[in-house]
C-alpha cells in the first residue's frame, strides 16, 4: 500500500509528487498517455510557480529551459503599431515544466507509471482502492485526482462540475514552424474586420505556438485546426508574403469553458488543478492555479500522513482552495473581456490580460504650473 496515489502527469500531478516525494512520503503516479506529450499549451509561469519550484529543486532547470523578458509586438490590419515590454513571467512550454518536473521525480526515486488509467474508485475508512483499466487494483492511503478538466476522478465520485461551457471553438492552436519570422517577438496581429492571429516563439524549439481565431464554413460553423487553415489564417491577418507555416507538432482548439467542481473532498480522495476548476486562459492562470493547489495539497497530506495532524487540516485545503478558484474564474473572465475588447484599439494585444495593464496605469501628473 502507498500513501498517496496521483492520478495525472499534468503540472498539478507532478508539483505534488514531488513534494510528497521530497518529504519522504510514498507516492505513484498513475498516467493513462503512453508517454510525455510535446505540446507547448499553457506556456507562462508566474512568479508564484517559480517560489513553488524553488521548494522543490526545480526552479533553477525550468528558468534555464525558459525565456523571460520577451516582447509582445503588436500590428493592426498588418501594420506594426507598438511593442510592449513582457510581465514578469517565465515564458516556457508546458510539457518543458513537465520534464523538469519528471526528472526531478526521478531524481527522489518515483517514475510515472505510463500506459495507466484509473477507471474505478472504492474507498473505506482505512485507504482508497484505485482499479486501473487493466483491471490492477491500487491500494492508497489517499488519491489525488489530477487528471485534468474531463477528470474521471470527479466524475466517478459523481461531483458536479458547475458552470458553462460555450457552444463554440473560441480559438485554434499549435505549435508550427515559421522560417523567416523573427524569433525576438511575440508577435500579435490584429484587424478593423475584428480577427487576429498570435505567434510565441517558444524557448529552446524552433517552433511558435499560435493562437488565432477559428475560421468558420459556409454554415457558420467553426473549422477544425489544420496547416492549410492555419496558413490562411496567417494570409489574411498577419498579410507577410513569403512566410510560410510548416511542421504541426501539436495542433488544437479551445472553447471558453468556465467550472468549478461542486466539492474537491470527498473522504480520502481529493482534486487539484483542472479537475478542479477551469477558466479561460487570458492572464495565463490555468496551469499557474494548479501548481499552487498542488502546493498547498501537498502540505495538507503531509501534515496528516507525517505530521500528526488530524483530517480537518484536508477539509481546511478545500475550503482554501474552493475559494481561490472562485476568485480565478471570476477573475479570468474579467481579463479575457479586457483582452476582447481592447484588441479593437490599434497598438493593444494581450498585455490588457495582465494583473497591472501598463496601458491601464495611471498617466505622470502634470508639472504644476507656476502662478
Ligand atoms: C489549448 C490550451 C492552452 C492553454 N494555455 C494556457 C496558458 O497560456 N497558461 C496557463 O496557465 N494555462 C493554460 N492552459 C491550461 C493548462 O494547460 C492547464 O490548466 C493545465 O494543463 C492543468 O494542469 P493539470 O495537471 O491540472 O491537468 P492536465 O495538464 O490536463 O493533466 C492531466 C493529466 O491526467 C491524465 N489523465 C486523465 N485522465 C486520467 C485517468 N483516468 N487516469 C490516469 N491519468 C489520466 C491526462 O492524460 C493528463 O496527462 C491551456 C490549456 C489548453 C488546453
Same mark, same amino acid.
Do not use: F, H, L, S
Given at each position: 500500500m502507498t500513501d498517496v496515489l496521483i492520478a495525472g502527469s499534468g503540472p498539478t500531478g507532478l508539483t505534488l509528487a514531488c513534494d510528497l516525494a521530497r518529504r519522504g512520503i510514498p507516492v505513484r503516479v498513475v498516467e493513462q498517455r503512453e508517454a510525455p506529450h510535446r505540446e507547448s499549451r499553457g506556456k507562462g509561469l508566474r512568479p508564484g510557480s517559480l517560489q513553488v519550484f524553488e521548494e522543490l529543486g526545480v526552479a533553477e532547470r525550468v528558468r534555464a529551459a525558459g525565456r523571460a523578458g520577451l516582447v509582445l509586438r503588436k500590428y493592426f490590419d498588418g501594420e506594426h503599431v507598438t511593442d510592449t515590454p513582457a510581465d514578469d513571467g517565465l515564458l516556457i512550454g508546458q510539457w518543458q515544466i513537465e520534464e523538469a518536473l519528471r526528472d526531478r521525480l526521478a531524481e527522489l526515486g518515483v517514475r510515472v507509471e505510463y500506459g495507466a488509467r484509473l477507471a474505478a474508485i472504492r474507498q473505506d475508512e482505512a485507504g482508497v482502492e484505485a482499479e486501473l483499466a487493466d483491471g490492477s487494483v491500487i491500494r492508497a492511503r489517499y488519491l489525488a485526482?489530477?487528471?485534468?478538466?474531463?477528470s474521471t476522478t470527479r466524475k466517478l465520485l459523481g461531483i458536479p462540475f458547475e458552470g458553462h461551457t460555450a457552444q463554440e471553438e473560441a480559438m485554434v492552436l499549435g505549435d508550427v514552424r515559421a522560417p523567416g519570422l523573427s524569433r525576438e517577438f511575440w508577435h500579435q496581429w490584429f484587424t478593423a474586420e475584428g480577427g487576429g492571429i498570435l505567434l510565441c516563439p517558444m524557448p529552446g524549439t524552433d517552433s511558435f505556438q499560435l493562437q488565432a481565431m477559428p475560421e468558420v464554413d459556409e454554415r457558420g460553423a467553426t473549422r477544425p485546426p489544420s496547416l492549410e487553415g492555419f496558413q490562411r489564417l496567417f494570409d489574411r491577418?498577419?498579410?507577410?508574403?513569403g512566410i510560410e507555416l510548416a511542421d504541426p507538432t501539436w495542433l488544437s482548439s479551445w472553447r471558453i469553458n468556465v467550472r468549478v467542481a461542486a466539492r474537491i473532498r470527498q473522504g480520502r480522495v481529493l482534486l487539484a488543478g483542472d479537475a478542479a476548476h477551469v477558466h479561460p486562459i487570458a492572464g495565463g492562470l490555468g496551469m499557474n492555479t494548479g501548481i499552487e493547489d498542488a502546493a498547498a495539497l501537498g502540505r495538507a497530506l503531509a501534515a496528516v500522513l507525517t505530521g500528526g495532524a488530524g483530517e480537518e487540516v484536508l477539509d481546511a485545503y478545500e475550503t482554501e482552495r474552493l475559494a481561490v478558484a472562485a476568485a480565478v474564474v471570476a477573475d479570468t473572465t474579467q481579463r479575457y473581456e479586457r483582452v476582447v475588447e481592447a484588441?479593437?484599439?490599434? #497598438? @493593444?494585444?494581450?498585455?490588457? #490580460? @495582465?494583473?497591472?495593464?501598463p496601458y491601464d496605469l495611471p498617466a505622470k501628473p502634470e508639472p504644476e504650473q507656476e502662478p
Open positions: 485526482g489530477c487528471d485534468g478538466g474531463g491577418y498577419a498579410r507577410m508574403p484588441v479593437r484599439t490599434p #497598438g @493593444r494585444g494581450t498585455e490588457a #490580460g @495582465r494583473d497591472r495593464d
